[in-house]
């Protein structure tokens, strides 16, 4: 096992494995929670198969363990090849895997049974929380000693993107989790509100998006031989990323009394956000252009590509809902959680597949077992997504209307019945896509066929040189 350990990418390739079976897990406790909003008596009142349990435990295993796992492990494996050089401690990898996963474990074992914190986000317990931390910081070290011997001068912006993000999220999580005070793990008052969704919206914007832009800037130019369009760009999206994003998370508390200067500064910090998503978004495409069939033509690069056009829509509905005139309708309701999905799986979600299913291969040495289990993983996820979200918006315009017309919840609840059923036929979808993924994960370990050593040897360099040449 020690030896296995020591193998290179060898933590890589456990980050994404365990990925990919989170994704299945998330996803089935996604389903529990879904059949309990259709039929509410389904369960029998069986405490711990509740909507108030199951929804904690899907919503960390897909944030925690799916999407942030995989991003982790394409992060871990792209850096050194960026930088023509081997990860620093394989061993230090292992180890933040193991508490990282303990703490996403953790999840499934004990919310069940209502031992969790009740803020959103931030259920995992003290000591989980601890061993979150121990592996974000691990992982910086293990990061920032790869760099410090790297044989590459040049930092490419994926790199700037993998260890910001672990480093931003290093001072945020503490913070949102109220860590100084174990005790309770919360204050007393809006204060806490307001610490909260400073961090809460943060985990999307400064470990999620920075993680996943970094492997859209990997795989883009990779699969289609381009060289990235401007390293200029790519660096002011980088800083106006942090200059607009880390104020934001007060636009989910403007229906609370939270002072004046602080609604303003997150509406327009909201708003403002617009800059670096189109200044990412132009860069990438730019670097495609004339190459979208190649693009569109490749498993991973599919996946990408997709989840780049998410990440569009997604940051074209956050700043419109973070105005107060439109929070009025949309606030409180399914509005919100089909936003929520497209950002974590549809933006984050999309391109952390697309980036496992690029280096997969080049993690483990073998090719994929099956390019079009790849194409109906991306199928089943597109047509479960796309579903979602448009019958989680029209539920929440029929909340809001009614709300805003005088009709009370137990009224308007009947005429949402229909619509917790459709979701939860589309989670099926998801869900097939997650065991589909899963299994072809597995059966590429087992029966992939041997990449070419020279083909091995090669694929690094390439990636270096693509964000080498600017316009």
């Given at each position: 096992m020690l030896k296995f350990a020591s193998k290179p990418q060898?933590?890589?390739?456990?980050?994404?494995?365990?990925?990919?079976?989170?994704?299945?897990?998330?996803?089935?406790?996604?389903?529990?929670?879904?059949?309990?909003?259709?039929?509410?008596?389904?369960?029998?009142?069986?405490?711990?198969?509740?909507?108030?349990?199951?929804r904690p435990?899907?919503?960390?295993?897909?944030?925690?363990?799916?999407?942030?796992?995989?991003?982790?492990?394409c992060a871990i494996y792209y850096v050194p090849a960026l930088l023509r050089t081997r990860l620093w401690s394989e061993r230090l990898g292992w180890f933040s895997w193991l508490c990282w996963n303990a703490a996403v474990l953790s999840g499934p074992t004990v919310f069940p049974f209502g031992l969790q914190q009740n803020r959103e986000y931030t259920e995992y317990l003290y000591p989980f929380k601890v061993l979150i931390m121990l592996a974000i910081l691990t992982l910086i070290v293990n990061l920032t000693l790869t760099i410090a011997g790297r044989k590459e001068k040049t930092l490419y912006?994926?790199?700037?993107?993998?260890?910001?993000?672990?480093?931003?999220?290093?001072?945020v999580y503490p913070i949102g989790n109220v860590m100084w005070r174990p005790q309770t793990q919360a204050l007393p008052g809006?204060?806490?509100?307001?610490?909260?969704?400073?961090?809460?919206?943060?985990?999307?914007?400064?470990?999620?998006?920075?993680l996943a832009i970094g492997i859209a800037y990997f795989v883009l130019p990779r699969v289609t031989r381009a060289p990235l369009y401007s390293h200029r760009l790519s660096l002011v999206g980088f800083w106006a990323l942090v200059a607009t994003y880390t104020q934001i998370g007060g636009h989910h508390i403007l229906q609370a009394p939270i002072p004046n200067w602080l609604r303003t500064v997150t509406v327009v910090g909201s708003i403002m956000m617009i800059l670096p998503v189109f200044v990412v978004l132009a860069n990438l495409w730019l670097?495609?252009?004339?190459?979208?069939?190649?693009?569109?033509?490749?498993?991973?690069?599919?996946?990408v590509l997709a989840g780049t056009m998410w990440y569009l829509l997604v940051c074209l509905q956050g700043p419109l809902q973070s105005l107060p005139s439109v929070?009025?309708?949309?606030?409180?309701?399914?509005?919100?959680?089909?936003?929520?999905h497209i950002a974590v799986l549809g933006f984050a979600g999309f391109i952390a597949l697309g980036g496992m299913w690029h280096m997969l291969p080049l993690v483990c040495g073998r090719k994929l077992y099956s390019a079009r289990l790849v194409n109906l993983q991306f199928g089943l996820l597109l047509f479960g997504l796309v579903g979602f979200f448009a019958v989680l918006t029209t539920a929440g315009l029929i909340q809001g209307h009614a709300w805003a017309t005088g009709e009370t919840v137990y009224v308007?609840?009947?005429?949402?019945?229909?619509?917790?059923?459709?979701?939860?036929?589309?989670?099926?979808?998801?869900?097939?896509?997650?065991?589909?993924?899963?299994?072809n994960v597995v059966m590429t370990l087992r029966h992939g066929e041997p990449l070419e050593p020279a083909a091995l040897e090669a694929e690094p360099l390439d990636a270096a040189r693509a964000g080498e040449v600017s316009p």
């Open positions: 060898s933590a890589a390739l456990a980050f994404l494995v365990a990925g990919s079976a989170w994704f299945l897990i998330g996803t089935l406790y996604g389903l529990v929670a879904a059949l309990h909003l259709m039929a509410p008596e389904l369960y029998n009142n069986i405490s711990w198969l509740n909507f108030g349990r199951m435990i899907h919503v960390n295993t897909v944030l925690f363990g799916f999407v942030a796992t995989t991003l982790v492990g912006v994926s790199v700037w993107y993998a260890v910001g993000a672990l480093i931003w999220t290093a001072g809006l204060v806490d509100s307001i610490l909260l969704w400073f961090y809460g919206h943060n985990m999307v914007g400064l470990l999620l998006t920075p670097t495609t252009r004339g190459r979208g069939m190649k693009l569109w033509g490749d498993p991973a690069g599919r996946f929070q009025a309708v949309t606030h409180f309701t399914n509005w919100v959680i089909g936003h929520s308007v609840l009947p005429s949402l019945n229909v619509y917790m059923a459709l979701r939860a036929m589309l989670g099926l979808f998801i869900i097939a896509g997650a065991a589909v993924g899963l299994y």
